[in-house]
């Protein structure tokens, strides 16, 4: 039974003209050829994607550095800008202490 199926599908190809045969050969080789342009395109997408985001990282990571770097340096002002309020708060009287962190505030700012 599967010979004599074989024997029709055979006897079938053996019909279609030889020309049929030479279209869908150019056909394959185009629809391969397509893929394989395709694939090493989208490979080239990925690497440039990955150095886009690499790229990225590097500049998020060194923004991260300096940011850091000037906070650390006004520590230095930070403290001395604390130290001012909290001696105008300790030397305030006992009703008016936030008028004058307040005031304190006003003119660091004006400074």
Same mark, same amino acid.
């Given at each position: 039974?599967?010979?004599? %199926?074989?024997?029709?599908?055979? %006897?079938?190809?053996?019909?279609?003209? +030889?020309?049929? +045969?030479?279209?869908?050969?150019? &056909?394959?080789?185009? +629809?391969?050829?397509?893929?394989y342009r395709y694939a *090493?395109?989208r490979d080239d997408e990925?690497?440039?994607? $990955?150095? &886009? @985001?690499?790229?990225?990282?590097?500049?998020? &990571?060194?923004?991260?550095?300096?940011?850091?770097?000037?906070? @650390?340096?006004?520590? $230095?002002?930070?403290?001395?800008?604390?130290? $001012?309020?909290?001696?105008?708060?300790? *030397?305030?009287?006992?009703?008016?202490?936030?008028?004058?962190?307040? $005031?304190?505030?006003?003119?660091?700012?004006? *400074?």
């Open positions: 039974m599967f010979a004599s %199926g074989l024997a029709v599908a055979l %006897g079938f190809l053996k019909r279609v003209p +030889w020309q049929l +045969w030479a279209v869908l050969a150019v &056909i394959a080789t185009g +629809w391969f050829y397509g893929d *090493e395109g990925v690497v440039r994607r $990955d150095r &886009i @985001v690499a790229e990225a990282v590097l500049k998020a &990571i060194k923004s991260e550095r300096e940011a850091q770097a000037a906070f @650390v340096g006004r520590g $230095d002002e930070r403290q001395a800008e604390t130290r $001012d309020l909290r001696k105008a708060a300790a *030397e305030a009287p006992v009703g008016s202490k936030t008028q004058a962190v307040l $005031d304190a505030l006003g003119s660091a700012g004006g *400074e």
